[in-house]
């Protein structure tokens, strides 16, 4: 194996849903449920004020659904929460059945590729992340995965593969 497949492997461990999506997804025969387009986060954190009041977080989330757009904003405890949010009050409209999935472990790593280097953004705050995603429906539990150099856009990447593999056998398009 190669080794860029080895690492693509092992940022997958555990998130076996985001594996099978790439492989479903390149099939011809599939119609992607929804696209999002773009995701814009604000979150502040208040120190000064009360402690059940110091964070707040909107998110708006542009997605592509049976050919158009829709612009939706939604609140949340934090930017992962208020962009789950987001998606869902457009998607769970088109989609009743994601009203069923929930997100039950959310879980972000470093990923440190490549040889050590004396480079702290390989190391620290600015190294790669892996975000690992585990839902369920009550039913079934899947595992998903985003990696970027954003944890907020690994976030979202993971997000997504877990709504869209609850979505992956509709062809309602």
């Known amino acids: 194996m190669e080794k860029e497949l080895k690492e693509i492997f ?43 009041l110091r964070s707040a977080t909107e998110a708006s989330v542009l997605i592509e659904i049976f050919g158009a757009q829709e612009l939706v904003a939604a609140s949340g405890r934090g930017a992962v929460h208020a962009v789950d949010n987001a998606m869902r009050k457009v998607l769970e409209r088109h989609y009743p059945q994601l009203s069923e999935v929930r ?57 997504i593969d877990g709504l869209e593999w609850k979505l992956r056998e509709e062809h309602k398009h």
């Open 10 to 52: 092992f940022r997958l461990d555990g998130a076996w849903a985001s594996f099978e999506l790439m492989a479903i997804r390149k099939r011809e025969d599939y119609l992607k449920p929804f696209r999002v387009l773009r995701c814009k986060i604000d979150d502040q954190v208040d120190f000064d004020a009360p402690e059940g």
């Open 103 to 159: 997100l039950e472990e959310f879980d972000v790593r470093l990923l440190h590729h490549g040889e050590i280097s004396d480079d702290d953004e390989e190391r620290g705050a600015g190294a790669p992340v892996r975000v690992l995603g585990i839902f369920s429906d009550g039913k079934e539990r899947w595992g998903t995965v985003g990696v970027a150099e954003d944890i907020l856009q690994a976030s979202v990447e993971c997000i």
